[in-house]
Each structure stands twice: as C-alpha cells, then as structure tokens.
C-alpha cells in the first residue's frame, strides 16, 4: 500500500502551493494513504554539525524530530510542498533535510538504507514568468532523491504570488489532476 507523506513547507498556512498540493492529491486512488505535516507546526532546533567532533555520530532524534523522522520512514511516498524562496525551498523544509545530515549518523537509524527505493516528489509556485527560476529548487531535492537512491517523481509547479492566483494557472491546474497518477 502506498502511504504519501506530504511536508508543508510554507511560511503561510492555505497558499498557493498547499492549495495546488492538495488538488493533486485529491486525485490520489482511494487506497492510498495521506498524511499532512505542517513543518512549522513541528518547529525543529538549528541544526549543529557535529560529524567532526567526538565520535561524530548523533543523539536519537526525540520531540518534533521524533515525529517527523518516524513519518518520514512509514511513508513510501514523500512530497515536498514547498514554495520557492530565493531559488530554493522555504527554510523549514531546508530546516527537515538538514536533520538527515544527522539521522545519517545516528546508530542503528540506518536512515539511507530506510530511504533507498522511497520515491521524492515536489509541488511548488513561484512568482516569476521565467522557468529557469525553478531549476535551483529541482535541483536540491533530484540530487537529495539520488544520493539516498530514491525515486525522483519530478515537481508540479504552479505560477502565482498573491493568495489564490495559482487558481489562475490552467497549465498548473491541468497538470495536478494526473501528476501523482501518471508518473507512477
């Protein structure tokens, strides 16, 4: 059974992405699971590298950490719905990929082996004409996706800046109803 783990990463609770998110997933067959995380509402501590230090090897993940590292190992989908700041992902979103950095060195957590055949997807907006914009934001998470041998599903995106106008993008629209089901 496929379990979809979808990670809100907007600063603004109901935007574009989130509502271009959920249209996709609404399209999702009946047996599939959802779960929504809303990652400011899972505030996570800065993140502290520690790889060169002691033994470099990190605690267990416990608290908002704990919540998010078990979601992230139960779901065999995970979507990044994430707006694009500055070219990149919304700083919570960045704020979950860099505690990887230590479930990768935590014992016994195992975190690439777990994520290995996983597959990554992203639904994203932005506000400019240009596509090149996007190219940064697709890159970190493809490059995330093969480095832990997951499956990169490819991103939705969405053109909108004020709230509601990715109701405006037909092509967006259009693509939402058959992403999650034609890239399968």
Same mark, same amino acid.
Request: hydrophobic letters at 40%; aromatic letters at 12%.
């Given at each position: 059974?496929?379990?979809?783990?979808?990670? +809100?990463?907007?600063?603004?609770?109901?935007?574009?992405? $989130?509502? @271009?998110?959920? @249209?996709?997933?609404a *399209? @999702?067959?009946?047996?599939?699971?959802? &779960?929504? +995380?809303?990652?400011? %509402?899972l505030?996570?501590?800065?993140? &502290?590298?520690? /790889?060169?230090?002691?033994?470099?090897t990190?605690?267990?993940? !416990?608290?908002? $950490? @704990?919540?998010?590292? $078990?979601? #992230?190992?139960?779901?065999?989908?995970?979507?990044f719905? =994430?707006?694009?700041?500055?070219?990149?992902?919304?700083?919570?979103?960045k704020?979950?990929?860099?505690?990887?950095t230590?479930?990768?060195?935590?014992?016994?957590v195992?975190?690439?082996? /777990?994520? &290995?055949?996983?597959?990554?997807? !992203?639904?994203?907006?932005? =506000?400019? *004409? %240009?596509?090149?914009?996007?190219?940064?934001?697709?890159?970190? +998470?493809?490059y995330c996706? *093969?480095?832990?041998?997951?499956r990169?599903?490819g991103?939705?995106?969405?053109? =909108? =800046?004020?709230?509601? %106008?990715?109701? &405006?993008?037909?092509?967006?629209l #259009?693509?939402a /109803?058959?992403?999650?089901?034609? #890239?399968?």
């Open positions: 059974m496929r379990r979809f783990l979808f990670l +809100l990463g907007s600063a603004r609770c109901g935007g574009n992405t $989130e509502t @271009l998110a959920q @249209l996709a997933a *399209e @999702l067959p009946p047996g599939f699971k959802q &779960r929504w +995380l809303r990652l400011d %509402d505030p996570l501590e800065q993140f &502290r590298d520690i /790889r060169h230090e002691g033994t470099g990190y605690p267990p993940a !416990a608290g908002n $950490e @704990l919540v998010l590292q $078990e979601a #992230t190992f139960e779901a065999t989908d995970i979507v719905v =994430s707006p694009i700041y500055w070219y990149s992902v919304s700083a919570s979103t704020a979950y990929m860099d505690v990887w230590g479930w990768m060195r935590t014992p016994g195992e975190f690439k082996a /777990r994520m &290995r055949g996983k597959t990554l997807w !992203a639904v994203t907006t932005f =506000s400019d *004409e %240009d596509p090149k914009f996007v190219e940064p934001f697709v890159g970190t +998470l493809r996706a *093969e480095y832990l041998g997951m990169w599903a991103v939705l995106v969405g053109n =909108s =800046s004020a709230p509601g %106008d990715v109701l &405006r993008d037909t092509a967006a #259009t693509q /109803r058959t992403f999650f089901t034609t #890239t399968q």
